[in-house]
């Protein structure tokens, strides 16, 4: 499939786009942008959609993710503070898919390399954690704390030993495997330590569970640096740690949360860091597990075995 729709693909071609179709059924309008751009397999920019012009971005996805994307941004976004994508409606299509449709973030991504995009980035997330945590939790989003990262930790050791058991591999890439499901072993033979961290029964908040660079815009306004993250469809109740892997700057974290009243010491946002990074790492194995036995496997092994030092070295600062 091809990246882009040209730019001068005929009018009617446009308007019958299925995300054109999607959008004027559910606005009622019958508008027809200026150029269509594929973002990813299913997420496209709508250029001058909208009456003002300015452009949308439809995305195809399950029911559950844009019912859960609706409910995080109109009722518990606007609880934060912070400028927010606007999620103007969704559009189901037969019984498990629906067109999202929300705000164009731009084109300018959260880069670890930036200082400011580091700084105003973890004061988002700060803000996120403070003024939600103990809110009453929408029983509609799913459970997102470390009892769901022990079941990826295990769902994915058991497809690696069955990719060892099963696989014709390299004697480098059975090497990979072993060490990953070693590091599994690792990490679960240490998880109180990882509850002790994240203080057991401590602050319960909203989390966007793949709070990284590839989600995060940032936009520059005339007053300030806008943070806007995408794709909550990882989202769910659970400890500040489980978004803290990446994109943080812990003075800068602090210093926001602190303007929302919570009390949160140095040294728990270390605690709650550290365990983030571990997380990280257990989510990115499950990803690449899911595909060794589905897809080509020399790609998954090559993701895990990227992984792997990192790993090795987030569990350490612990363990």
Not at 113 to 141: I, M
Not at 150 to 157: G, N, P
């Amino acid at each position: 499939m091809a990246n882009r729709v040209p730019v001068n693909t005929p009018v009617a071609t446009l308007a019958k786009h299925p995300a054109v179709v999607a959008w004027n059924r559910l606005t009622g309008a019958s508008a027809v942008p200026n150029r269509i751009t594929q973002l990813n397999r299913e997420v496209y920019r709508l250029f001058g959609m909208k009456k003002d012009g300015d452009s949308v971005i439809a995305k195809l996805c399950s029911r559950q993710d844009a019912e859960l994307t609706r409910v995080i941004s109109t009722g518990l976004l606007p609880l934060v503070p912070k400028p927010a994508l606007v999620f103007y409606g969704c559009l189901q299509m037969g019984t498990n898919r629906a067109w999202m449709f929300l705000e164009d973030a731009g084109r300018v991504k959260c880069s670890l390399e930036d200082p400011g995009h580091l700084r105003v980035t973890s004061a988002w997330l700060a803000a996120l954690h403070a003024c939600l945590a103990g809110h009453a939790e929408d029983s509609s989003l799913p459970e997102a704390g470390l009892s769901m990262y022990l079941k990826k930790l295990r769902a994915s050791r058991r497809r690696v030993l069955k990719g060892l058991s099963l696989l014709e591999l390299e004697a480098e890439e059975v090497a990979t495997l072993r060490s990953v499901v070693e590091w599994f072993d690792h990490v679960e033979n240490e998880w109180d330590k990882l509850d002790a961290l994240v203080g057991g029964g401590g602050p319960r908040t909203l989390v966007h569970g793949d709070f990284a660079p590839k989600n995060i815009f940032v936009r520059q306004t005339a007053g300030a640096l806008e943070v806007l993250p995408i794709d909550w469809e990882f989202a769910g109740w659970g400890p500040p740690a489980v978004d803290m892997g990446e994109c943080l700057e812990l003075a800068a974290y602090r210093a926001e949360a602190l303007r929302y009243g919570v009390t949160w010491s140095a040294e728990t946002i270390r605690g709650w860091a550290t365990v983030g990074k571990i997380l990280r790492h257990i989510a990115e194995f499950e990803w690449a597990s899911a595909g060794l036995l589905r897809r080509w496997p020399p790609r998954s092994v090559r993701h895990m075995r990227v992984g792997l030092e990192g790993a090795r070295i987030a569990s350490a600062l612990e363990f």
